[in-house]
């Protein structure tokens, strides 16, 4: 028994794979993407690219540092009441964007075929697919629509309102769901790397999630 795996674990074996894949598949943490990505040093450049292009955009908003103080003056009337209206706000804003995120990931997988279930959890939330072969390459569309989706309508949304508080709350939108995808670009590029035709397995067993990566026959 290899160290970390229970009992259990190697109790569990993924089903045969359909016609033309090699039935010895790769296992992996589908689960625990954004800490292998910033614990790597290609989820790194990713996360570190995805938070840079995050701040260069917002900093270069037509409104500038003015249109937060602006925003907060105008939502809270004093010191104390702007912080807690600002520490409100961003909790809400972020817990809504993750749900829209965890939504949009929903929305492509059904539009797929396939049967969806969505965990939140803090720091990560994550819409499953188990007990169902999933094609590679509709997993690469659903990983990245989101960023995709999310993403440019919030900004487009930021640069175009003329409220100052709505400039800063799409603002605050597309900076959360931009650095919420490394883990998704960091499975995104994990998985465009296998070959077309590949498939995927996600067993939810007795120890965990468990997922399994079939690849064409050689």
């Not at 039935?23 to 450049?45: T, V």
């Not at 929903?106 to 999933?134: C, H, K, M």
């Not at 490394?182 to 997922?211: E, H, Q």
Request: charged letters at 15%.
């Amino acid at each position: 028994m290899s160290a970390g795996m229970t009992e259990a674990d190697e109790e569990y074996s993924p089903p045969e794979p359909p016609d033309g894949l090699d039935n010895d598949p790769d296992e992996y943490d589908e689960l625990n993407g954004f800490h292998d990505a910033i614990s790597s040093s290609k989820g790194r450049r990713i996360l570190t690219l995805e938070l840079a292009l995050s701040l260069a955009a917002l900093v270069v908003l037509p409104f500038g540092i003015s249109t937060v103080q602006e925003a907060v003056w105008a939502v809270g009337g004093a010191p104390l009441g702007a912080l807690a209206v600002l520490v409100g706000g961003a909790i809400s804003i972020y817990v809504v964007t993750v749900v829209l995120h965890e939504q949009v990931h929903r929305v492509v997988n059904e539009y797929y075929g396939y049967d969806v279930e969505i965990r939140y959890g803090f720091p990560i939330s994550y819409a499953l697919v188990t007990e169902q072969w999933i094609a590679r390459e509709h997993n690469l569309v659903a990983l990245v629509t989101p960023l995709l989706v999310i993403s440019p309508t919030s900004y487009a949304l930021c640069i175009t309102v003329s409220s100052p508080a709505l400039t800063v709350i799409f603002g605050y939108v597309f900076f959360i769901n931009t650095a919420a995808s490394c883990s998704d670009l960091y499975a995104f590029s994990g998985l465009g790397s296998r070959p077309k035709g590949s498939m995927g397995w996600i067993a939810d067993t007795n120890d965990g999630i468990r997922s399994f990566i079939y690849e064409p026959s050689s």
